[in-house]
């Protein structure tokens, strides 16, 4: 499953980050999701709470935000934006395009509580 797979490795780069802060303990992870990389936003919610439940990251919360994706219609040269993988040309209506980019997936931010609040 594509967002079982995409969901691991966010905890993997999480997991990575948070061995520099071993006193930390991280409370949102914030990712950045191309709409090109064809997740599905409620699946890799699921996906992700299934995957940290149990472990140091239970509790974990995932904020996701699909950004939109660059193409270049194949048959009129028309670049135009979009945000689902139907979307048709708007200037010629044609299904066939490349993508410019928009595959990507980048954690954006981490909020973290540093254990110094409140002890
Ligand atoms: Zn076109």
């Given at each position: 499953m594509h967002e079982l797979s995409i969901a691991q490795s966010i905890l993997e780069i999480v997991e990575t980050e948070m061995k520099s802060r071993p006193k930390a303990r991280v409370m949102v992870v914030g990712v950045r999701i191309g709409a090109m990389a064809a997740v599905d936003?409620?699946?890799l919610r699921f996906g992700f709470d299934a995957s940290v439940k149990g472990t140091e990251f239970d509790g974990l919360k995932l904020e996701?935000?699909?950004t939109e994706a660059e193409r270049q219609c194949l048959?009129?040269?028309h670049r135009y934006m979009m945000?689902?993988?139907e979307s048709n040309c708007p200037e010629c209506g044609s299904h066939d395009a490349i993508p410019l980019g928009g595959?990507?997936?980048d954690i954006e931010y981490l909020e973290v509580d540093?254990?110094?609040a409140g002890d």
């Open positions: 936003a409620e699946s996701l935000r699909i048959m009129c040269d945000l689902a993988l595959d990507e997936l540093d254990g110094k």
